[in-house]
Structures are given as C-alpha cells and as structure tokens.
C-alpha cells in the first residue's frame, strides 16, 4: 500500500511539473507556429470549446477516482493523467492557432482564460496530493473551480471587439469604485462624522491631528481633481458606446485600431487610482500635479485616437471637444493651485 501510495506521489509531481511547463509557456504568449491563411474565427473557438469540456470531464474523473478509498493503482493513476495531459495539450494546440492579426486585445483575453484553467488543474491535482489521496473538501472546491473556469468559455470575448469592450467596462467599474469612495470621503468631511472620533480620542488623552483631514486650501483643490475623474468616467463611458455602436473587425486595420484603443483603455483606471491616491489628506501638491498630468495625457490621448479611428462619426465631435476641453480646463485649474 505505501508503495502504491508513493508511485502515485510521483506520477502527481509530474503532472504538476508539467502543467507548470504548460503555465510558463503561456506567460511567454508566443510559440513559432506559422499562422494559417484560411482561418475561421468560428471554427477556432469549436474547438476550444471542444477541447475544454474535454478537459473539465477529465478533471471531474480525476476527481472521482481519487473521492473515496481505495486509492487507484499507478497504472490506473497513469491513465487518469494521461487524459488530463492530452485535454490540455490539446486546448493550447488550439488556443495557439488564434492568429494575431484576429487582434492582440483578444488573443491576450484568451491567453488569460486558458491559463486559468490551466492553473486551476494544476491546483486540482496538487489538492488531491496534498490529502494524501484520500478525498477531501478542498479537492471537491477545486474542482468546482475546474468547471467553474471551463463553463466560462461561453463568455469570453470571442472577436477584438468584444475583448476591447472588456476592458473598457472594466475599467469604467474601477473608476467609478475610486470615484464614490472618494466622494464618500468628501461627503464625511462635509458632514463633520470625524468629529466625534477626535472628541474621542481627546477624551483618552490622545491628541487630535489635522494630518488627516483636508485644509481649506485641499478643498479648493479638490474641485478640479473630481472634476478630472469624473472626465475621466465620461470618457470611458462615450467610447465604450463608440466602440459597441461602430467596432469592426471585418480587415486587419480596424482590429489594429481596436488593439491601440485597448491599449490606453487599460492604463486609464490604475493611472485614475494612482491620481485620486494622492488627493487624500495629508495632501502633497506636487504628487496631486503630477498624477493628474499623467492622467490627462491619458484621456487626450485617448480621445485623439478615438476621433483618428473607423469608429468615429461627425456626430461624436461634439463629445469629443467637449471633452477634451473639460480634461484641459481641470489640468489648467490643478496646475495654477498646485504652484508653490
């Protein structure tokens, strides 16, 4: 029996090592496979989706067979690795056939869903040795996390477009986390609720500190700061309907297009994190300047490319001008509070 049990050991670390080898490769994204003339975005992802439920079955025998004693013979451990080793070979054979010329925003978004499943096997089968393959509650949850990741195919973006739109309502979430939270935070200053924590802590001998709470001088300044974010939210907010109302990917050079808006689109919510991080008291003026520079420089940048792109109509110049001119119009009211 404990032979048994250590010739199974083994046969779990492979497996693991070689999901890892599986993991690593899809960090680096690439591989040398020549991209094939007649592809069918179509087809491609029937056969994702073929080999992924594929994989999820052959996870779910995996963990049966290691449910309740006794525990499989090697032999019958090599076949159940074997099929979970082929399932996802096979599920990157496929997932590496995706040209980049579909869109490096999509082949990324894929990227990322497959690796999770990847990683979410690896996770099985380290589960299902760590409790000496004996069943558990931590194997059943893992392989929930399987089928859970698996079942998910069905709403991963399946053009540029889609994997564009992602990132865009993503990140108008985040931002508008940042935004209410530091809405919120005004509004409590406003209201005067830290006053009861500084009667508080003078009441414990502790002395009360402005370290913490903005001077009149930070509230002016926070004007236009707001102000910038919630541009930056309008921002967000117009071009993800330009992008849904008038998206292609009928020729390489909207996907392109599509790949360098998904590109800004993605440094607009953790540039907006990094500027309304620095609006919180103690308040350094020159941080607040900087970071809203760089916020700025975001958003025109993106709107440039928005109006430079197949998506943008005579009817979008409105927004966009009143856009830009909002962005610049706060940049120039942060820029002459912030002179020391």
Known sequence: MAETVKNVENIFDTLTANLQLVIDQLKDGESNREDCEDFQLPLFWTKLETTVKSLSTEATKLCLAFSTPPVPTPSECEGLVTGIEKSTLAMVSVFYSLPKQQGITLRRSTNRAVSRIAQGTQSLAQA???????????????????????????????????????????????????LDELEQSIQNDTDGRWDDLDDLLEDEGHESSNEDTWSEADK???????????????????????????????????????DDLGDILQEVSPTVDDFVSNLYAPMHYGLVKDSANRLGKC??????????????????????????????HNLDKIQALTVT
Not at 148 to 168: F, G, H, R, T, Y
Not at 171 to 176: E, K, P, R
Not at 302 to 325: I, R
């Open 128 to 178: 299902i040795r760590k409790d000496r393959f004996q069943g558990s509650k931590g194997q059943l949850q893992s392989t929930g996390s399987v089928w859970e990741c698996c079942d998910s195919i069905k709403k991963w973006p399946q053009d540029n477009k889609e994997a564009v739109l992602l990132i865009a309502s993503d990140g108008a979430d985040l931002v508008q986390d940042a």
């Open 220 to 258: 002016t300044l926070l004007a236009p700061c707001l102000g910038l974010v919630k541009a930056s939210k309008s921002c967000l907010k117009k071009i993800t309907g330009v992008i849904k109302g008038n998206g292609q990917c009928d020729s390489a050079e909207k996907i392109s297009r599509l």
């Open 299 to 328: 958003l025109k940048h993106l709107l440039e490319l928005t109006k430079a792109s197949h998506m943008y109509t005579e009817d979008d110049a409105t927004w966009v001008n009143f856009l830009h001119t909002a962005v610049q």
